[in-house]
Structures are given as C-alpha cells and as structure tokens.
C-alpha cells in the first residue's frame, strides 16, 4: 500500500475528502443518537461526541465516506479527530477509545472496499487533543502544564494501535497547533511500527492560526518543517483555520523548503457571524486552482465547511493539473 500510494503520488495530484463534521450537522442529530445501544447509561451528556456516531450511527459515517468517495477523493480520513483518552475524557469516555477508533477504521475501509475504479485509501485521523504541552494555560502560573509528553504518548499510542488493527492505509496527524503534541503522536507512532514491525505512510499537516504566519505556540511555517523534517513522512501540509487565499502564502514557503509532497485542506473561507462557512464549491475552487497552477500542491482537499460538492469542484481542476514536483 506504501508504494502504490507514493507512486500515484508522483503521477497525479491526489484528491483528500472534506469535512466530516458539517456533514454530521446535516443530519440535526440529538442525544440519544450518540448513546443508542452503547452508551444509555452514561452519566454525562454525550450529544456533540461527533466521534461516538461510529459506533452508535455508523450507517451515517458509511455514508459521508461514500459521498466523499463518489465525489472523488481518493483518501477519506477515519471518524477519529477526538479518539484519544485525552481527549474523550471530558466525557468520561477513555474506556471507550479503543472502540472509537477501531470502528471509525472498520467501517471507513469497508466503504473504501465498494470502490473499484481506483484505488481508495482510509486516512486514520489523529487530532491534536484539546491540550497543549507547550503553554501554560494558567496564566499566573507560566511553568504549569495541563498535560505532559508523556500523556500524549500514551494516549496517541492506543490510538494508533486501534486505528492500525481498524484497517487504516495511512496515518494522519492533523490540525497541528502545538509541535510538541505532534512530536508525542509522531514519536508514538514509530514505537508502534518498531513494537508491530510494520510501516505506514504517514502524513503531518499543521494549522497556521492566523495570518501572522503561525501557529497557536508560536512557529513560524518554515520552523514548523524543519521541527518534524527528521520523520519520513509521506507528505506535510496545512489545514483548517485559513481559508484556502490566506493558505496560499505558507503553501509557498513550503514549496520552497520541504523536500516532502505537500498537502492541503483549507477551510470553505473564515466563518461568519454565526460560526458558517460561506464560500460556495466554485469560489473555493476557484482560489485552490490559484496555487494548483503554481505547483505547490500533491494533495488537496477541504476542512471546515466542506461538502462532498466542494470535493466534487476541487477534484475538477485539480485533474487539469500536475502534482508538485519533489527536487
């Protein structure tokens, strides 16, 4: 699977799905969605859990994969941004993280397996947790830290493993805003390649949190390579916070600098006044064929606010085009 996927890596510009949860919105689901036949007894509110539908809805998650397929990704990310215990234990749900991800994994690949025109790849999502081990967030209290290296090693380490017995062709760190938190899933996951002696393609992709350049900890693009450089990595990238126009520039201090294939899924532009995305599929297409003609580009897809018609637009032009050229 490595090889197939880096070779088609150099042949054409491979198309990544868009947004998972503003496809869950659609479907206006309550409490009891997220509890159904799994969790009814839980003591804490669960509704929101967009990770738990894979186990409780998971006709639902089939279904955005499989829209997400017939648009024309050729990778969709697993149901996963959440699944650790770091994360789910604003729930009380770090017994359940093993199902999470095994599950989101299952059913992303049995999607992936109706699919025979091309080859289709399921991308494991690992998120970034709702902490960071680089800032205080105390701040009369500066030396503190809400969780450590260690934690994240633990947490993204039963992850990983979850996803890989799930199914997942690749493994995608994404939405980095702190380096040392991805530093934790990176080195997590060598140690479950060495502990399994296996390898998957692994992906990186950071969010630049506003047009300073940065991201939340501070680096700069170009430090944000140069810090994770030393992993072999299947491509590195950015997503979320920008829409694809303000992305543009930092694509381009990438293209100068890393030696990797490059990745993107922008947002569908910033949000509104009530937290929407308002770019229709044409307008985004429109400004990711900017940098698609630049050549700054081997995967493309969309974050926040995407659909499987923004997918559809993007796939459009990004056939029109050749990927990236590695020197």
Known sequence: MKDT???????????????????????????FDFRDGAFDDHDKPLKGNNDLLSITRPNIIKDIHRQYFLAGADIVETNTFSGTSIAQSDYDLEYAVYDINYHSSKIAKEVANEFTDKPRFVAGSIGPTNRTASISPDVNDPGYRAVTFDDLVVAYTEQVNALIDGGVDILLVETVFDTLNAKAALYAIQSVFDERLIRLPIMVSGTITDQSGRTLTGQTTEAFLVSLAHIPLMSIG????????????????????????????????LPNEFGEYDETPEMMADQIEVFLKEGLINV????????????????KRARKYKPRTIS
């Open 238 to 269: 950015l997503n979320c916070a920008l829409g694809a126009n303000l992305m543009r520039p930092y694509l381009q201090i990438l293209n100068k600098t890393s030696s990797f294939p490059i990745s993107a899924h922008p947002n569908a532009g």
């Open 300 to 315: 493309i897809g969309g974050c926040c606010g995407t659909t499987p018609e923004h997918i559809i637009e993007i796939e």
């Open 5 to 31: 996927i880096e070779s088609l890596l150099e042949k054409r510009i491979l198309i990544l799905d868009g947004a998972m949860g503003t496809m869950i919105q659609r479907h206006h689901l309550e409490e």
